[in-house]
């Protein structure tokens, strides 16, 4: 079991746009460049797929020791061993999640643009809080806006990790590092590239001092 890292790039797959062996090749160029954490987001293929998808996906992040963090699916996560899930307002709750995964998962918790929500998902055992869209997607539909000074006040208020998600470019990016977020969580922005590589690096070198 992987633990979570103190800051950096959280690659998320972008799966509506690649087959698997896509995928499995971008992700590996994303790992290679300097993302710290992967989480497998699938919404859009059957169970056998995202199972064969994920066991694939598990064994590349082993190599590169980056935890491998399963949006949705609890079951799956346990079945494959995953390093930890992903979990929102329609899922299992987490302080349910902790009791079904054991105390040494990671388990991270979608707040929206909710700091009550984070409040609450840090006394019930999550490991790290995402907050967002922070900024304009069409990763996901019907996201909540969050302001960048929301990470300011959640840094204030909580101990647990920071994510950030939706949009963020090489152009943005920074402003949410600053704001105190200590992981950036990006889909479009790696996975559009034929070749994620050179801006996986730059997202990367958003974290420099
Ligand atoms: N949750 C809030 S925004 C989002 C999710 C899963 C999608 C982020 O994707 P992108 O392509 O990095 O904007
Ligand atoms: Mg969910």
Do not use: W
């Not at 694939?56 to 590169?64: A, F, G």
């Not at 996560?77 to 930890?84: H, N, V």
């Not at 302080?95 to 979608?110: F, N, P, T, Y």
Request: charged residues 25%.
């Amino acid at each position: 079991m992987k633990l979570l890292p103190a800051k950096g790039l959280y690659a998320i797959t972008d799966c509506e746009n690649h087959t698997t062996d896509h995928l499995i090749r971008k992700t590996k160029q994303i790992l290679q460049s300097g993302a710290v954490m992967l989480q497998y987001r699938n919404k859009y293929n059957d169970l056998a797929t995202r199972e064969l998808q994920a066991r694939e996906l598990k064994i590349l992040c082993d190599n590169y020791n980056v935890p491998f963090i399963i949006n949705d699916d609890i079951e799956l996560a346990i079945a494959i061993s995953a390093d930890g899930v992903h979990l929102g307002k329609g899922d299992r709750s987490c302080d349910m999640a902790r009791v079904l995964i054991g105390e040494q998962m990671i388990i991270g918790i979608s707040c929206y643009n909710d700091l009550d929500r984070a409040i609450a998902a840090e006394n019930t055992g999550a490991t790290y809080i995402a907050f967002g869209a922070f900024f304009q997607t069409n990763t996901k539909k019907n996201t909540v806006r969050a302001n960048p000074e929301l990470i300011q006040e959640a840094k204030q208020r909580l101990k647990l990790p920071v994510v950030a998600i939706g949009g963020i470019t090489l152009e943005n990016g920074k402003l949410l590092v600053d704001a105190g977020a200590d992981f950036l969580a990006v889909v479009s922005g790696i996975y559009r590239p034929d070749d994620p590589s050179r801006v996986t690096q730059s997202y990367v070198t958003l974290f420099d001092n």
